[in-house]
T-cell receptor, first 114, second 112 residues
Framework: NAGVTQTPKFQVLKTGQSMTLQCAQD?????MSWYRQDPGMGLRLIHY???????DQGEVPNGYNVSRSTTEDFPLRLLSAAPSQTSVYFC?????????????FGPGTRLTVL | KQEVTQIPAALSVPEGENLVLNCSFT??????LQWFRQDPGKGLTSLLL?????REQTSGRLNASLDKSSGRSTLYIAASQPGDSATYLC???????????FGTGTSLTVIP
């Protein structure tokens, strides 16, 4: 199993540009989520999905869109990048969001918005 | 809103010492609490998961406890090694909604 994969590893954008961060998992997990990690603030939940076709907002959803057309993929779209979106982005998955389910994390995407 | 706090933010200990990392949360309505390890520039790796009905979990030199009523968890690391140097994060899964809340982490350095 490849686990949770994310592409790209690094990205530099200019303010106003759009892009998609890719996330895929091969463990047949229903629950997938996106976090951003900023210094001194820990990980904050952006969006999550409990299954194909179902998404919901987390703590900091503004400026981001998601969709879940397949179980395996959960892309994160930045609509119009802003310097405040400079961060490290992590995708995670688990079998469900139940009591016994461990979360598995991807290696992260380091995004800089100029 | 659930708030998760980890103290201390950084800790440095000599090799071989036993140590305790702390995690506190404000809302006891949780499904579970998980401890993760993060190495520099890497993703998170799950260490231990404690369900809300459990008091502790053990894996090798690691032991995590949970006191849901007081909103506290501890991660005990026995006989620390330089390879344990990393940032340790705790996260809680809230009962209302499928959302995880993370602490800001404790950066641990074990000195050979």
């Amino acid at each position: 199993n490849a686990g949770v994969t994310q592409t790209p590893k690094f990205q530099v954008l200019k303010t106003g540009q759009s892009m998609t961060l890719q996330c895929a998992q091969d463990m047949n997990h229903e629950y997938m989520s996106w976090y951003r990690q900023d210094p001194g603030m820990g990980l904050r939940l952006i969006h999550y999905s409990v299954g194909a076709g179902i998404t919901d907002q987390g703590e900091v959803p503004n400026g981001y869109n998601v969709s879940r057309s397949t179980t395996e993929d959960f892309p994160l779209r930045l609509l119009s990048a802003a310097p405040s979106q400079t961060s490290v982005y992590f995708c995670a998955s688990s079998y469900s969001a139940g009591r016994t389910d461990t979360q598995y994390f991807g290696p992260g995407t380091r995004l800089t918005v100029l | 809103k659930q708030e998760v706090t980890q103290i201390p933010a950084a800790l440095s200990v000599p090799e071989g010492e036993n140590l305790v990392l702390n995690c506190s949360f404000t809302d006891s309505a949780i499904y579970n609490l998980q401890w993760f390890r993060q190495d520099p520039g890497k993703g998170l790796t799950s260490l231990l998961l404690i369900q809300s009905s459990q008091r502790e979990q053990t894996s090798g030199r690691l032991n995590a406890s949970l006191d849901k009523s007081s909103g506290r968890s501890t991660l005990y690391i026995a006989a620390s090694q330089p390879g344990d140097s990393a940032t340790y994060l705790c996260a809680v899964l809230h009962l209302r909604g499928n959302q995880f809340y993370f602490g800001t982490g404790t950066s641990l350095t074990v000195i050979p």
